[in-house]
């Protein structure tokens, strides 16, 4: 996995690239920093609607923030752009995790 500041040398050169977003994301995630994780998920998911486990992993940051609500609408949208993109194992996990929330 690249470091923080390689995610984001290579956003600065491609700041739409929906991987590098979800890796900038994901990082955040794991450091705590739940706010700025969330906010990134979604900016993965507006460039890309169809990256399913960015919804999967927003939610986990929204659910770390205590915010239910917002977390079970996430994974209810991603279990849709699962379903869309026939993503089984997407679908699986993400509707375990809405029944557990």
Do not use: W
């Not at 040398?9 to 994780?37: C, I, Q, W």
């Not at 609607?49 to 923030?65: K, T």
């Not at 079970?72 to 949208?77: A, P, R």
């Amino acid at each position: 996995m690249p470091t923080r500041e390689q995610i984001q040398k290579l956003l600065s050169l491609e700041p739409n690239d929906p991987f590098m977003l979800y890796a900038l994301a994901t990082d955040y995630a794991k450091e705590g920093e739940h706010e700025r994780a969330v906010e990134q998920f979604a900016l993965t998911i507006k460039e890309d609607p169809d990256y399913v486990y960015a919804y999967f992993h927003q939610a986990r940051s929204l659910e770390a923030l205590e915010r239910i609500d917002e977390a079970k609408s996430t994974l209810d949208t991603g279990l849709e752009a699962a379903k869309r993109t026939n993503d089984a194992k997407g679908i699986s996990e993400i509707s375990s995790y809405r029944t557990m929330l």
